[in-house]
C-alpha cells in the first residue's frame, strides 16, 4: 500500500474524521524536494500501515485545504491528531527524520 491521496473533498473525512494519528504531505508535482521525500513517504505508509494513515495532497489541484492551513512553501508535512495538528515539518528532511516525527506523533 503506498501513500494515500487526500483532496479538498475528502480531507474532512479522510483526515479530520479519522480514528488513527495522520500524516498529510503537501505537494505538487513541479516540486523538486517533494520528489525527493515521495519514496520516502510511500515506504514509510506501507510501514505504518495500521498505526497512522500517510497520504499526499496536491496544492494545484487542491487549493482549498493547502490555504486553510496556510501551507507556504512545499513540501510541507502536517500531523493531524484527532482532527487537530500535532506536528509539522516544513522543506525535504531525511526518511530518519520523518519516522522520529513519525514516532512522536503517533
Not at 54 to 66: E, F, L, R, Y
Request: with cysteine; hydrophobic share 40%; aromatic share 8%.
Amino acid at each position: 500500500m503506498s501513500a494515500l491521496h487526500f483532496t479538498d473533498a475528502n480531507f474532512k473525512k479522510e483526515v479530520l474524521e479519522s480514528n488513527q494519528p495522520t500524516l498529510v504531505d503537501f505537494w505538487a508535482g513541479w516540486c523538486g524536494p517533494c520528489k525527493m521525500i515521495a519514496p520516502h513517504i510511500d515506504e514509510l505508509a506501507k510501514e505504518y500501515a495500521g498505526k497512522m494513515k500517510i497520504g499526499k495532497i496536491d496544492v494545484d489541484a487542491n487549493p482549498k485545504v493547502a490555504t486553510e492551513y496556510g501551507v507556504m512553501s512545499i513540501p510541507t508535512l502536517i500531523f493531524f491528531k484527532n482532527g487537530r495538528i500535532s506536528g509539522q515539518i516544513v522543506g525535504a528532511v531525511s526518511k530518519l527524520d520523518l519516522k522520529r516525527n513519525i514516532e512522536e506523533n503517533l
